[in-house]
């Protein structure tokens, strides 16, 4: 597509739900990217997909979160039993590769509302 | 990824007058990469530096590579209210390392 798509744009769950974010990256690229944003913080880094596989999975959370990635394309990112601190906007980035100086493109993100 | 330290969090101007932010590091960075958000959307790219001592121009925009390569900064002259938003600088190494961001508030 044009741009990394992501949906849902909005969630609202209750407390102790599972939720599944999707994101679909720009075509032909190769590296995916998922970021966490909490409100008027920073981006904090999740996991990162070279292909189909995750390199690093450093910035998950907790084991709670996980993430797929299949056919080298769309990633999901499921957070399992959600708490009130998962509240946050999830955006999804890609880029062509995975060297130095890659320009990531975002997604307008998935803003995940736990109640 | 490398730790990149911005300051500062929050600057309010006047619209017309200068803004800097600056992104800092204590170790080497291979580039430095700044984005921009907009309030409710996404950061969106701006510019790469790569070389020591590098200075790049866009429009209003001038940005900075250190000659260590340990800090950056973006100045914006004669700010606008379409300035509004949080500049990121990043290390842009295979997975980039986002600084916590300036937020720029631009008084009419």
């Known amino acids: 597509g044009a741009g990394v798509s992501q949906s849902p744009s909005n969630k609202v769950t209750e407390k102790g739900k599972d939720v599944e974010l999707r994101c679909d990256p720009i075509s032909g690229h190769t590296a995916l990217y998922w970021y966490r944003q909490s409100l008027g913080q920073g981006l904090e880094f999740l996991i990162y997909f070279q292909g189909n596989s995750a390199p690093d999975k450093s910035g998950l959370p907790s084991d709670r979160f996980s993430a797929e990635r299949t056919g080298g394309s769309v990633s999901t990112l499921t957070i399992q039993r959600t708490q009130q601190e998962d509240s946050a906007v999830y955006l999804c980035?890609?880029?062509?590769?995975?060297?130095?100086?890659?320009?990531?493109?975002f997604g307008e993100g998935s803003w995940l509302t736990v109640v | 990824g490398q730790q990149v330290m911005q300051i500062p969090q929050y600057q309010h101007v006047q619209e017309g007058e200068d803004f800097t932010t600056y992104c800092n590091s204590s170790t080497t960075l291979s580039n430095i990469q700044w984005y921009k958000q907009r309030p409710g959307g996404h950061p969106v790219f701006l510019i790469q530096?790569?070389?020591?001592?590098e200075v790049k121009k866009q429009k209003r925009l001038t940005f900075q590579f250190g000659e260590a390569k340990k800090n950056s900064s973006l100045h914006i002259t004669a700010t606008q209210t379409t300035d509004v938003g949080t500049y990121f600088c990043a290390e842009g190494s295979y997975i980039p390392t986002f600084g916590r961001g300036t937020s720029l508030i631009v008084h009419p």
């Open positions: 980035a890609s880029s062509l590769g995975s060297s130095f100086g890659n320009t990531i493109y």
């Open positions: 530096l790569v070389k020591s001592g």
